[in-house]
């Protein structure tokens, strides 16, 4: 995450997707009987998530959030209640994402040198050119902060979060599931005693014969439902239509970079808040499930929120203090987030106490 923008938006996905991976979980159609699989060590199974590779697919992504986060204009499946997208890869990094709005859709479709994002309802495409020397580590750390396939993929999402926490959580193999008629086992991950985090535990459905997770669900402290859960209500495995992943801009669309839109977007109120709150060179305090991602934000940032754009913050958070100083507060049923009036900012899938003792850290 180093040298890359934090904002109230990303700081959250920073967090949850980075080191929790919990902010944009979804849940799948319904499941069927579970399999009879073989007895398999839950050590193995971690292992065979962090090396599956997986092939081509193609599918549809069922998303029911529970989280208590508010809509996000570009990416509507983050908001609360039952969203869906389509998903193309050909498994060598081209990839196809379909984003449905209401009447209008969002097309994303990279096709390994360039990304492309459509919005069909003011038809204005987003052209964004793959530097020469990045590789896609280098894509996944670079500017194109909350990309939007990172999050809904549950196979990307898992391995992000198994990466992270496995050594922070107790793992198990409970049982097994079906998901988009495929046979899984269900890993769970829960964190050990000594982790103070919002979250009780996170179940992964890994499909049995490709490895690869196909839902993730998150169940927090105090809840006996899952609060989200992210996952394949149908796949299809195997190559597909190569021309899935080739994008011509529309007649008359019009073909913008994503330092044009964000400088022609700037003004608006979700914009506006997003940009009020950048800071650079964000810090990384804890390990695990109780990381907390820390910012401030430039001073003259701090003057530049738009009075609308101020109502939206205040709209969504409460006021706190303590002896770090006095701010704002935004939380959800899985994340966190501390805006003091100073500048400094903390966000992490953490009670606001945990917050309160680390905002004293940030330089």
């Known amino acids: 995450m180093n040298n890359r923008k934090v904002t109230l938006a990303a700081a959250a996905a920073g967090v949850l997707t980075g080191a929790a991976g919990l902010s944009l979980l979804a849940m799948p159609a319904g499941a069927g009987q579970p399999p009879s699989l073989p007895n398999i060590a839950p050590e193995t199974l971690v292992e065979q998530v962090l090396t599956s590779k997986p092939g081509a697919f193609g599918g549809t992504i069922e998303v029911d959030n529970k989280l208590g986060l508010p809509s996000i204009a570009e990416i509507p499946q983050l908001a609360d209640g039952k969203h869906s997208a389509r998903i193309w890869t050909d498994g060598n990094g081209k990839l196809r994402l379909a984003l449905p709005n209401g009447q209008s859709e969002q097309t994303i479709v ?14 204005e495409v987003t052209k964004s050119e793959h530097k020469p020397d990045q590789s896609k580590d280098q894509k996944d750390q670079s500017g194109q902060k909350g990309t939007p396939e990172k999050s809904i993929d549950p196979a990307t999402a898992a391995k992000e979060i198994v990466a992270k926490t496995k050594e922070f959580s107790d793992i198990s193999v409970d ?130 929120v738009p009075a609308e754009a101020q109502g939206l913050v205040d709209r969504f958070t409460k006021k706190v203090s303590g002896n770090w100083g006095s701010g704002k507060l935004f939380t959800t049923k899985v994340a966190t987030i501390l805006i003091a009036d100073d500048g400094r900012v903390v966000a992490g899938a953490v009670p606001e106490q945990v917050l309160f003792d680390t905002i004293g850290q940030v330089k």
């Open 175 to 304: 049982g097994t599931a079906r998901v988009a008629n495929r046979a899984a086992y269900e890993l769970v991950l829960t964190p050990k005693a000594s982790e103070k985090t919002l979250v009780r535990e996170v179940r992964i459905a890994v499909d049995s014969e490709l490895k690869m997770p196909l839902r993730v669900a998150v169940l927090t402290n105090g809840t006996a439902e899952p609060v989200g859960q992210v996952g394949f209500s149908q796949i299809n495995v195997g190559p597909q239509d190569s021309k899935l992943f080739e994008f011509t801009p529309p007649s008359g669309a019009k073909v913008t970079t994503p330092e044009a839109k964000e400088e022609q977007q700037r003004h608006k109120p979700e914009v506006g808040v997003e940009q009020a709150l950048q800071g650079e060179n964000p810090q990384i305090f804890g390990t695990g499930w109780d990381t907390v991602v820390g910012a401030r934000i430039p001073a003259d940032a701090m003057t530049q």
């Open 110 to 123: 990279d096709d390994g040198t360039t990304t492309w994002s459509w919005n069909s309802q003011d038809n």
